[in-house]
């Protein structure tokens, strides 16, 4: 939702409660009969709408709007009339939706709400915005997205107490010359005795006031901390879930903490890019950790932290969950000694494991294995000579007294090494490598349009063009899919599925309209004759290529893994929860 300052005089109308979805598109007849009501009285547009609906006899010449029909013409809506872009509230259709969701979300939306706040000092509010922050005292979610001179005019319109409130996302941007000790603190939902989830982005130094002490769940991605040293000095009595991604922070970026003990502490994600998380897990225990997660490449003494840190905690029995990027470990016998603390771990994610340290893996005698409970193992760039060791876990832990393991990933740093792996393992190998590497280049023009759409533009290898010119690509890379000749099923991997399926699923407001080109029945096409050339594969081979990075082993018979990959949890490749060691994203 977009507040735009002084608009002309508008109604509000509230939402109607029987509302019915389509993905379908309009017919050009609908697209008439919507595109005058916009055009011809913006002012009651969602009247029009709304009688439209509730008439009782259908009228052929003039059918019911559809809400999937009007979400999809409403970006134009908002283009062509700015000033009415927010009557209606957020709504965004995909396919995923049914019409019981659709109703649930009718019947909340005043108490969660989306909107992005541009430069005001708050008397030159759009009437919308004034509706909305009235309002307030409703709220259980809020999404906002403003910049660090709005922090006044929006403490202003805020100053009662949200008892509602229980989950805030904060993204605030920042512009050119802007300082923040001019824009002061950020105190709009410091009074909120039902908040508990916060997430936080932000890329410069930021005051907030918050109640820390009563949050279970606090998210941050900065390049300096700002939750993180108050939620730890308020003793986090409540809080159960801690993340801080640190974007360039320095080798240092929190001050000397006090030690405390975290009690209910259960997740711990520490992901730092350039920095380093010394302070955070040499001050803190946390008898109750089940989960962490930590990258650190600047320090080298991170293992041995980590190590110290669960000693003291003495929460090896509860651990279910390891993941580490960091730098090579001094002693390889120091991550045998480290599993053994923690019997009941299911998820291992470690990198820079040596041969030794696999061999380890195996067990202190043959048919014990180290870690007798462990299901899901991923490795980070792991070497050349570890790839058949990794083989013999995998054979050992298929013994009926063992629990054999579901699933191991295998992650590379980069598609080269990835496909030099491929002649080590057994995994289905294209015939032709010059066909392969062709259809390759077109599915990953293809995986960065996708990424244009969904991002609105605002990332992919086309973002310079306009809309126009990556409709016409969108359109030259479709055409030469349906062109390829596939005379090797082989030539078929997940990653041509997870693709073709991301394209499909675009919201409809998203994927070009152009009635020449067609691109959600292309896709859709493609995606399913695809689908039968690759239940055609070889079977039989043990691993899986999962996009252009990672290879992937799933334990049980040919059926039940074939429907992991084409519609359960394995469907889409190169998720940003399995890249997190190499890309900042937030988890």
């Known amino acids: 939702m977009t507040l735009n300052a002084n608009p002309p005089e508008i109604s509000l109308v509230a939402p109607v409660p029987k509302l019915f979805a389509s993905n379908e598109e309009p017919t050009p007849q609908e697209r008439v009969l919507v595109t005058t009501a916009i055009f011809g009285a913006e002012q009651s547009l969602g009247h029009n709408i709304h009688l439209r609906r509730q008439r009782p006899n259908v009228d052929l010449h003039n059918p019911p709007y559809q ?254 969950r390891l993941s580490m990027y960091t730098c090579p470990r001094q002693d390889q016998s120091d991550l045998a000694e480290l599993l053994r603390r923690m019997p009941h771990l299911v998820e291992l994610e470690c990198n820079n494991f040596s041969v030794n340290e696999l061999k380890q893996l195996l067990g202190d005698s043959p048919g014990v294995p180290l870690v007798p409970h462990l299901r899901k193992f991923v490795i980070y760039d792991p070497v050349e000579l570890s790839l058949p060791v990794v083989d013999e876990i995998i054979d050992q832990r298929s013994h009926p007294l063992n629990v054999p393991l579901e699933v191991v990933r295998l992650v590379f740093a980069n598609e080269k090494a990835c496909d030099d792996a491929c002649y080590h393992l057994d995994v289905i190998r294209p015939n032709n490598k010059e066909v392969h590497e062709r259809l390759a280049k077109l599915l990953t023009d293809l995986a960065g349009l996708v990424e244009f759409y969904k991002t609105d533009g605002l990332h992919g290898p086309v973002q310079p063009l306009t809309q126009w010119k990556a409709e016409v690509k969108l359109n030259g890379v479709l055409t030469a899919l349906e062109d390829f000749e596939i005379e090797d099923p082989n030539l078929i991997e997940v990653r041509a599925l997870s693709i073709l399926t991301e394209l499909w699923l675009l919201d409809a407001h998203k994927i070009p309209r152009g009635q020449k080109y067609n691109f959600t029945d292309r896709a859709r096409a493609l995606l399913d004759a695809w689908i039968a050339i690759f239940r055609r594969r070889e079977k039989g081979h043990r691993w899986i290529r999962h996009g252009p990075r990672s290879f992937l082993y799933l334990a049980g018979d040919g059926e039940w893994r074939e429907r992991q990959l084409l519609g359960g949890e394995y469907r889409f490749v190169d998720e940003p929860e399995l890249l997190w060691p190499y890309e900042d994203s937030m988890i």
């Open 67 to 320: 809400l999937g029909h009007v979400c999809r013409l409403w970006r134009n809506v908002c283009l062509a009339i700015p000033e009415i872009g927010c009557i209606l509230p957020p709504l965004l259709l995909t396919k995923r939706n049914k019409k019981l969701d659709v109703g649930q979300h009718l019947s909340t939306t005043p108490a969660s709400v989306s909107f992005k706040l541009g430069e005001f000092d708050g008397s030159d509010l759009h009437p919308a915005a004034m509706w909305y922050f009235k309002s307030c005292k409703r709220w259980k979610t809020v999404s906002l997205q403003l910049y660090q001179s709005s922090f006044q005019a929006i403490t202003s319109k805020i100053l009662i107490q949200m008892p509602k409130l229980e989950t805030l996302h904060l993204h605030i941007k920042h512009k050119p010359r802007e300082t923040s000790r001019r824009n002061g603190n950020f105190d709009a939902f410091q009074n909120a005795p039902a908040l508990r989830d916060v997430h936080v982005e932000c890329m410069i130094p930021t005051l907030l006031n918050l109640p820390w002490s009563q949050l279970k769940s606090y998210r941050e991605r900065s390049c300096h901390p700002i939750g993180i040293i108050p939620i730890l000095r308020q003793d986090a009595l409540s809080l159960e879930r801690l993340t801080w991604i640190g974007i360039h922070s320095g080798t240092n970026p929190l001050p000397t903490l006090h030690a405390l003990v975290v009690y209910r502490l259960t997740h711990l994600d520490l992901v730092m890019y350039d920095g380093s998380v010394h302070t955070i897990i040499n001050m803190i225990d946390m008898p109750s950790l089940q989960e962490l997660r930590v990258r650190d490449t600047a320090n080298p003494n991170t293992f041995i932290d980590i190590t110290s840190m669960l000693r003291r905690s003495f929460a090896g029995y509860s651990m279910r």
